[in-house]
Each structure stands twice: as structure tokens, then as C-alpha cells.
């Protein structure tokens, strides 16, 4: 059984990038574990045995100890989409939603979060509008922990978007 031990810190481009040897397909709470069994697209067991707190985001390249680079894939999954009918009621329901340590994906002018019917009526009663989807499900990592990098990220945890100083920086 191949072992994945190592996240590459960069999608490599261009002249650089390296041959996806397999997939691993995981929903959320999959991804959030470090350790334990798996099993590849192709079928073959393999074991995680990455860092502890790793979370793995679709996209990652992760290395498995033979040197094969698997690709990590965010299969769509139920989730509830929630819009609300003005930007304050969606910051309120996000506010409630954070209360209840809730893993939450932020859009523009939507919140995701897993299929709960007790959050899906309490959110009804906060007058949101809430649907049933299957999507991909991307949580926020929090404003403390390592998360999805964007192009002008450094890649290190930490920094929320564009509200927090570049990583050993200060704020303009």
C-alpha cells in the first residue's frame, strides 16, 4: 500500500508541471483527516499519513511515497445554498451560523454549508432563502489556520483575502 506523506506547496505551471499519476476523490470531512485509509481513482489503496491538521483542498497535488503525484478532487456533495435578501441578513446568518463553529463556504452573496435540517430551519427563520444543492464543498479554514491560496496569497495560513497585511508585511 503506497503511503501519501507530502502536499506539494505549489501547483507547478507552465514548463514545470508534472504528470498527474491518479485522483483522490474526497468529500470535505474526508479532506479534513490526516491520516488513515484511502482509495484512488484507480482503485488502489493507499494510506494518508500527512502532517496532522492537514486539510486538503481540491486542486492539491499531493506525493505518494513512490513518487507518483495524485491529484486531490472535491467531488460535489449535498449542500445548502443560502442567499438572503440583503447583505446585512447574509452577514447575520453567517454571524449565527460561525456561533455554532459551522464549516461555512463564502460566495458573493451566498453562504454553503453541509445539509442540516435544524441549520436549514433556523436559517428559514432568519428569513434566508435556503436551497438543496450538490456542489463541490470548499469551507472557509478560519482566520487562523491555513487555507486555499489565491494568485496573490504567499501560500502561508493566516491571511484572510485582501483585509490582512501580505505575510511578514504591514498593513498600508
Not at 81 to 93: D, F, G, I, N, Q
Amino acid at each position: 500500500m503506497v503511503e501519501i506523506r507530502t502536499r506539494m506547496a505549489v501547483r507547478p505551471h507552465g514548463a514545470y508541471a508534472v504528470t498527474v499519476a491518479d485522483r483522490l476523490v474526497l468529500a470535505f470531512e474526508g479532506r479534513t483527516r490526516s491520516r488513515g485509509p484511502v482509495t484512488l481513482a484507480s482503485g488502489e489503496a493507499a494510506a494518508l499519513a500527512l502532517p496532522r491538521g492537514t486539510v486538503l483542498r481540491g486542486g492539491d497535488l499531493v506525493v505518494a511515497g513512490d513518487g507518483r503525484v495524485i491529484e486531490v478532487v472535491a467531488p460535489p456533495e449535498p449542500l445548502l445554498h443560502v442567499t438572503c435578501a440583503s447583505p446585512e441578513a447574509l452577514a447575520r446568518a453567517a454571524y449565527h451560523l460561525g456561533n455554532r463553529h459551522v464549516p461555512v463556504q463564502v460566495g458573493e452573496g451566498w453562504l454553503r454549508l453541509a445539509g442540516d435540517h435544524v441549520l436549514e430551519t433556523m436559517l428559514g427563520g432568519l428569513g434566508a432563502s435556503v436551497t438543496p444543492v450538490e456542489a463541490p464543498f470548499e469551507p472557509e479554514a478560519g482566520a487562523y489556520g491555513a487555507h486555499h491560496c489565491h494568485d496573490n496569497d504567499s501560500g502561508h495560513g493566516g491571511r484572510i483575502h485582501e483585509f490582512a497585511p501580505p505575510a511578514g508585511g504591514k498593513p498600508a
